[in-house]
């Protein structure tokens, strides 16, 4: 299958700092990238669509100041957790839709986990 | 009501039996059916991928979408350990001329040896 990948996999970081997480398509060119959040026990929470070259378009309830998504090439977007506080911390999936394999669908990354403390 | 409706479980199964996990949603419009296996810290990892009613198999696992009922299903033969994960169904549709991904809750299984 398609591979989508994400770095890091894990960062700790102190309250106040911002955190940038990476995420490519390896295989196939990704036309738009999603990034989700997840909290323990829960589904994925949709934060923001973006299409290459062009602003992100976020969910109701996100902060577009705090979640800064650029999205520079067909293979890689990036999320920046600005000024990070302890309720920030979660696990941050990011996927990319694209035609891989014959498929128009989307492929998740292995998720970054955040621990802001 | 949720878009997408699934049992978050959590449900558990001895070895080698036969697991059957399920969606119902409520609008007619989604166009694909996926189901996603996510084991625990990790992203969520596509199995089945259909688009029309009736079932599809891949080896153990067979995916069954029924439109009219607007329900959706998938079924794993001969389950092993290593099938305990999070099961998520997904669907796919426009939204603001957008396609996205409305997914459901969530299936925690744990298949016992």
């Known amino acids: 299958g398609a591979v989508v990948s994400q770095h890091p996999s894990w960062v700790i970081c102190k309250s106040g700092t911002s955190v940038k997480i990476e995420c490519r398509s390896l295989?196939?060119?990704?036309?738009?990238m999603f990034w989700y959040r997840q909290f323990p026990k829960q589904s994925l929470m949709l934060m923001a669509t973006s299409n290459e070259g062009s602003k992100a378009t976020y969910e109701q309830g996100v902060e577009k100041d705090k979640f800064l998504i650029n999205h520079a090439s067909l293979t890689l977007s990036t999320l920046t957790v600005t000024s990070a506080h302890p309720e920030d911390s979660s696990f941050y999936i990011c996927s990319a839709r694209g035609l891989a394999g014959g498929k128009d669908t989307q492929y998740f990354g292995p998720g970054t986990r955040l621990t802001v403390l | 009501q949720k878009e997408v409706e699934q049992d978050p479980g959590p449900l558990s199964v001895p070895e080698g039996a036969i697991v059957s996990l399920n969606c119902t949603y409520s609008?007619?419009?989604?166009?694909?059916f996926m189901w996603y296996r996510q084991y625990s810290r990790k992203g969520p990892e596509l199995l089945m991928y259909?688009?029309?009613?009736g079932n599809k198999e891949d080896g153990r696992f067979t995916a069954q979408v029924d439109k009219s009922s607007k329900y959706i299903s998938l079924f794993i033969r001969d389950s092993q350990p290593s099938d305990s994960a999070t099961y998520l169904c997904a669907m796919n549709r426009r939204i603001q001329g957008a396609q996205k991904l409305v997914f459901g809750q969530g299936t925690r299984l744990t298949i016992n040896p």
């Open positions: 295989d196939f060119q990704a036309t738009t």
């Open positions: 259909t688009y029309s009613s």
């Open positions: 609008n007619s419009a989604f166009q694909y």
